[in-house]
């Protein structure tokens, strides 16, 4: 058993910057592969990255490509969403998610954050 708590939303302008921050607890973090996904106002979860357990590949959603950084802590059991060059569009709530394998789908990681809302506006 996994609980994840997110941290680290809130407003930010366009162009600015968040740092979203997974907490673990329960046992053997560091054997889940993680992932970011987010969901606006009457829209489907959306996949933004995912990260392997040893934190060695990476992959991002073409929205979040080159804006985004995932990393991890498996010491600190954390996982990151760092934001750059924000824009209105990337407003949803943020989740992280557990599992045992590493994919795009929502519905297979097992564990799930109860979100942070980030909100893009002037």
């Known amino acids: 058993q996994v609980q994840l708590v997110e941290s680290g939303g809130g407003l930010v302008q366009p162009g600015g910057s968040l740092r979203l921050s997974c907490a673990a607890s329960?046992?053997?973090?560091?054997?889940?592969?993680m992932a970011w996904f987010r969901q606006a106002p009457t829209k489907r979860r959306e996949f933004v990255g995912d990260?392997?357990?040893?934190?060695?590949?990476?992959t991002y959603a073409d929205s979040a490509k080159g804006r985004f950084i995932i990393s991890r802590d498996n010491g600190e059991s954390t996982v990151y969403l760092q934001m750059n060059s924000l824009k209105p569009e990337d407003t949803a709530v943020y989740y992280c998610?557990?599992?045992?394998?590493?994919?795009?789908?929502?519905?297979?990681?097992?564990?799930w954050g109860r979100g942070t809302q980030v909100t893009v506006s002037s």
């Open positions: 998610a557990a599992g045992e394998a590493i994919t795009d789908a929502p519905q297979l990681y097992d564990y």
């Open positions: 329960g046992r053997h973090f560091s054997s889940y592969a």
């Open positions: 990260i392997t357990p040893d934190g060695g590949s990476i």
